[in-house]
């Protein structure tokens, strides 16, 4: 009996040491493979490092900074250039508005000259600068009229609706090419005045001009 207690107790102390074994090598294994992490954690960066990685840190918010900063300039620059090209858009067309409803002023202008030229060459034929007067203190009643006066070939005044013109010369009251003119024209701005022109044609030759001043140009725009 003795010998089997010893054989028992010899198997049991071999499996006790077998047991324990087998922890401390599981532990061994672990210990091996994590043993790199576990100097990382005890590593030190060294200094330059730390600055490598601030100054990459400043490089990373500067360039946002300036890319921020350029897409809002470019966007500001957009805006401006919209800004200016709605002005321009804006501009032409008020521009052409204007000058399409000059053109029709101006044919207006111009058929309402070639009655008056109608009426004043018969009179004119006939010698009646009164009845021609009457023409012209009708036409100066209508708005923004200044003056009408009828100036002969020769540059004599013959009719004035300013009275304080009658022993002036038609010649020294408008320029040459104004009373050389050989049709009905509109002139937007002579001495500062809108004037229109109307020759008074017989069969072979000029009888006589009518202009007509306004006070002011019939249209206006900014």
Do not use: C
């Amino acid at each position: 009996m003795t010998d089997q207690y010893k054989q028992n107790e010899g198997d049991q102390s071999g499996k006790s040491k077998l047991e324990w074994a087998k922890p401390a090598s599981l532990m061994n294994i672990l210990s091996e493979k994590f043993a790199p992490i576990a100097k990382i954690q005890h590593m030190q960066l060294p200094a330059w490092s730390l600055l490598v990685f601030l100054g990459i840190l400043l490089l990373v918010i500067a360039w946002k900074y300036i890319a921020v900063s350029q897409a809002e300039s470019r966007v500001d620059r957009e805006r401006v250039q919209i800004t200016q090209d709605l002005e321009t858009e804006r501009s032409i067309m008020m521009r052409r508005a204007r000058e399409y409803a000059d053109s029709q002023y101006n044919k207006e202008e111009e058929r309402f000259g070639q009655v008056l030229s109608w009426a004043v060459r018969g009179e004119l034929i006939r010698n009646n600068l009164d009845q021609v007067s009457q023409y012209l203190n009708e036409l100066v009643k209508m708005k923004d009229t200044e003056r009408v006066v009828l100036i002969s070939d020769d540059g004599k005044l013959l009719v004035s609706t300013d009275k304080k013109l009658e022993e002036a010369e038609g010649k020294d009251l408008y320029p040459a090419e104004v009373l050389q003119k050989r049709k009905i024209t509109m002139l937007s701005d002579v001495n500062g005045k809108k004037l229109l022109v109307v020759p008074v044609m017989g069969l072979n030759s000029r009888l006589a001009t009518v202009v007509v001043s306004y006070k002011q140009a019939a249209l206006t725009g900014s």
